[in-house]
């Protein structure tokens, strides 16, 4: 039960994070967006370290900066899709794509399955693919450039999920502060030579620094749930996130939500009931 709890955890982290992420876009340069949430979730990994412990180990360093690398695409792409697209939908389609390919990776390793667990995760493929169509019943289409900047932060978020896997299990939060100062170096370096073409936008402080804080939790969640249980499961349950950006968008922005998707979140609960029995 306590991997799921974490999942759960993770899932409501990244999908606030994203929001207040997707918010920050639509105010500010997305490379203004990083400079704050980045560092801010450096800082959250170090807050948690003497918590949870840390040994970096040439494995967890390793493996650490690979998911930092990976991250340093996800960040400013998904960012960008929520800037340029309704949330409702590119949130989803983000998530399906970062759910995908962990999922098979976990069973090509060789993680076993019970009939329920297995029932549990298509229901929440299925929850997550209803949930991304809810924008084209309702009329609002995303454009190809939403799509694929979509599309490539999942792969990126993927990536990430892997690296932080396949990181030694004992070597704590080692793999994400690690990953962090990765992250956190190239896209300061990155927003300092853009410094020129961005310093006439303004800053989006509040919701960039939410952003990285709760997505540093959320890794967290993420790494201690796939730790505790199978990888495969836990990133289904963490890839239900667009259920707490669709509501957000929902509450705050007004985006309509259309019954397709209102049946794919009652099918991503019915997942996660199934996935907790299984």
């Known amino acids: 039960m306590l991997p799921i709890l974490l999942a759960l955890a993770g899932a409501v982290s990244y999908g606030v994070a994203d929001f207040a992420g997707g918010m920050a876009s639509r105010r500010s340069h997305v490379l203004r967006v990083v400079m704050l949430s980045a560092p801010a979730s450096l800082a959250m990994a170090f807050l948690l370290t003497p918590l949870l412990g840390a040994d970096f180990s040439g494995g967890a360093v390793v493996w650490g900066a690979v998911g930092g690398l990976a991250s340093v695409a996800a960040f400013p792409l998904f960012y960008l899709s929520m800037a340029v697209g309704p949330m409702s939908v590119l949130s989803p389609i983000s998530a399906l794509t970062a759910a995908a390919i962990p999922v098979i990776a ?156 209102h049946v794919g979140l009652v099918l991503a609960a019915g997942a996660v009931s199934l996935l907790a029995l299984g």
């Open 106 to 261: 976990g069973v090509v390793f060789g993680e076993s399955l019970t009939p329920r667990s297995g029932i549990g995760m298509a229901l929440a493929l299925v929850a997550v693919i209803l949930v991304a169509r809810g924008g084209e019943s309702e009329g609002v289409l995303p454009s190809a450039q939403g799509l694929l900047l979509a599309s490539g932060a999942g792969l990126a978020a993927a990536g990430q999920f892997l690296a932080l896997h396949q990181a030694p299990h004992d070597s704590g939060l080692a793999p994400m502060v690690v990953g962090r100062a990765v992250s956190s170096f190239v896209l300061l370096v990155a927003a300092a030579l853009a410094w020129p073409r961005i310093k006439s936008r303004p800053f989006a402080v509040l919701p960039s620094l939410a952003a990285g804080l709760l997505d540093e939790m959320a890794n967290m969640f993420f790494l201690l749930g796939s730790r505790a249980g199978e990888l495969s499961i836990t990133t289904v349950i963490v890839a239900l996130y667009p259920a707490c950006t669709v509501l957000l968008a929902w509450l705050v922005l007004r985006e309509r939500v259309a019954r397709v998707q």
